[in-house]
Every structure is written in structure tokens, then in C-alpha cells.
């Protein structure tokens, strides 16, 4: 159960009353915040139960809870959709029944209504307002002192570049993915996990969509095959002598790695092959 209410984020809230409007929720000091009728659902709500719900402001900058959640709350990117436009600045689709403010003075270049951009959602201490911002650059850190190489994390596409793609990491850091090591098609906006390659000394990281390390990528791309023919009802009609861009297409990887997953996979008997492709054993 939250201490305080925390605008932007989920927070675990005990049900305290019913009203006409919806029910009150409140955090340990009492404060409350209303979860309007259109959310409660009284089976799965009993009065005194504590309930997850996204706090936000509503159109007269109140504060109000949802059990619907946004594509991306505070300190996080998302990728999000214009769908109107005013002097003073534009508004975007975020997954919520109010749409999300971006000022004029937070924008890079000029919005256009059905464009997507990449943004950032932050809150306004002194209105207490929730609002995205497409001037990204300062909010992301070059400290990568808690980062360590062959990392799992968290990515979502940035931009697309001569040498491949940009991509924001963990909501923090900026890093690359080239295009020679890609093997599926990426597009911007698209939520990726990947592994860290390089820690640069500028702070910005290479990174690749498949684990580095033989075995760590071995273990990785032999559980892949084996789900993608199970899903193929146990066969494929490719083998080792496929085209490289229909081994790509299929299964996301290299043809070198493909060959050498198939060969192991064909050692441990879990695989057989043949002219005609590969068959589940």
C-alpha cells in the first residue's frame, strides 16, 4: 500500500467508501483519490481490499485513479499518436480517456495530427500536471557504472540511422543496434529485448538482439528453432542449404547460426533433416 498517492504511476490503494461518483481510495496518510464508477468492478472490489490503479489528473488537473494503464507512465518512453493540435501545443493518444499535453516549447519540430513521435512523460512539480516531451536528449544518462556487458535489458527503437538503429534502453540510456547483426525487421517504436555488446566510454552502448556468447546464444537460438517447428506442426521445409534471407525470415538469426543450432540440435536427437527440410523428432 503506497505511503502518499503518486501522480503517474500505479499505486496499491485501500477502497475506504462509495460515493454516488465512484469509489474513494486513499494511500497510509489518508490521502484519497477517486476511482470513478465506469472502473469499479464490485466482485473483484470488496470495501477495505487494497487494488492497483494508475493515478493521473483529469480535465480540471484533479487528481483521479483508472485501473487502465497508459502506454508509458512517468520517467518512461512510449510512442505515441497526434490527435490534435493546438496554438499552444498538441495532444497524443496515450491509452487514456485524456490524451496526453505536449506543449509548444517541448517540441523539436511541428507536430502533425496522425504523426507518431517518440516522447517522454514527465510531471510539472508545480502544477502537478502530467505532460510528454519530445526534447529527450537531456533526460538520458551516460552514468553506465550499474551496467555490465551481455546484460538483458529493455529497449524501444529511437531512429533509424546509416549504421542501424537508435534505441532508448531501460528508459535511461541511449544505445545502437546495427544493422549488420539484425535479423528481423525492426521499425520504429517497436519494443525489443536485447544484450549489451559495448560499454563506450562516452556512455552510449552497442547492443545486440541476441545473447552474446556461444553457449548463452547456443541455449537461446535452439529453444527458438525448436518452438518455431513445434508451431509449424514439427516441420520445415528448410534445410542448411537454404537461402540465407529465407533462413533470416524464418527463424531471425544468421545462417551461420542457424547451421550450428541445427547441427546440435541434430546431435541431441531432438531434430532430424533431411532434403525436404527439417523434421521434430
Sequence with gaps: MNKTIEIGKVNSLKIERDTDYGYYLIAQNFEEVLLPNIYIMEDEMPMGSVIDVFVYTDSEDRPVATTKYPYAMLDEFGYFTVVDYQRFGAFVNWGLPKDLFVPLSQQKCHFHIGSKYILRVCLDEETGRLYGT????????????????????????????????????????????????????????????????????????????????????????????????????????????????????????????????????????KVTLDNNGIKLL
Design 134 to 269: 519530445h526534447k529527450i536528449g537531456k533526460w538520458l544518462s551516460k552514468d553506465t557504472d550499474n551496467l555490465k556487458e551481455n546484460q538483458k535489458v529493455d529497449v524501444l527503437v529511437l531512429s533509424k540511422t546509416p549504421l542501424g538503429y537508435k534505441v532508448i534502453i531501460e528508459n535511461l540510456y541511449e544505445g545502437m543496434l546495427f544493422e549488420n547483426e539484425i535479423f528481423e525487421t525492426l521499425n520504429v517504436g517497436d519494443r525489443k529485448v536485447a544484450y549489451i555488446k559495448k560499454i563506450r566510454k562516452d556512455g552510449k552502448l552497442d547492443l545486440s538482439l541476441q545473447p552474446i556468447g556461444k553457449k548463452v546464444a547456443g541455449d537461446v537460438y535452439e529453444i527458438k528453432l525448436l518452438e518455431i517447428l513445434k508451431e509449424s506442426n514439427g516441420f520445415i521445409a528448410l534445410n542448411s542449404k537454404s537461402d540465407a534471407s529465407l533462413i533470416t525470415n524464418s527463424f531471425s538469426m544468421s545462417k551461420k547460426n542457424f547451421k550450428r543450432t541445427l547441427t546440435t540440435l541434430i546431435k541431441d536427437k
